[in-house]
């Protein structure tokens, strides 16, 4: 069974930094994609960004790129987000997500693309 814990959420101030952490175990995750979402307090859930575990392409929501990175440390099968000049905006509680990738189709932002998720970290920016 996947288990995914994320860890790094809190509070920040407009402009500082958070570093969101996504310990994945249960599977040898060569074949998975992990992804980033997030939820704002009335809105959906809107994707963040993801990244193929073997081969390490990265995708970003347009409105985190030049912002945020995601990464992956394959010994201790953990991802990453790194996000910097945070806004108010980015408030939400945010979800990491895996999913197996079967063949070559994979559309990144589309949530039914994960069959795991998180239970969520909360990340507030006050401005």
């Known amino acids: 069974q996947v288990q995914l814990v994320e860890s790094g959420g809190g509070l920040v101030q407009a402009g500082g930094s958070l570093r969101l952490s996504c310990a994945a175990s249960?599977?040898?995750?060569?074949?998975?994609?992990m992804g980033w979402f997030r939820q704002a307090p009335g809105k959906e859930r809107e994707f963040v960004a993801a990244?193929?575990?073997?081969?390490?392409?990265?995708y970003y929501a347009d409105s985190v790129k030049g912002r945020f990175t995601i990464s992956r440390d394959n010994a201790k099968t953990t991802v990453f987000l790194q996000m910097n000049s945070l806004k108010p905006e980015d408030t939400a509680v945010y979800y990491c997500?895996?999913?197996?990738?079967?063949?070559?189709?994979?559309?990144?932002?589309?949530?039914?693309?994960?069959?795991?998720w998180g239970q969520g970290t909360q990340v507030t920016v006050s401005s």
């Open positions: 990244i193929r575990w073997s081969a390490g392409y990265t």
């Open positions: 997500a895996a999913g197996l990738q079967v063949d070559s189709t994979y559309y990144p932002t589309d949530p039914k693309e994960y069959g795991y």
């Open positions: 249960g599977r040898t995750f060569s074949r998975y994609a």
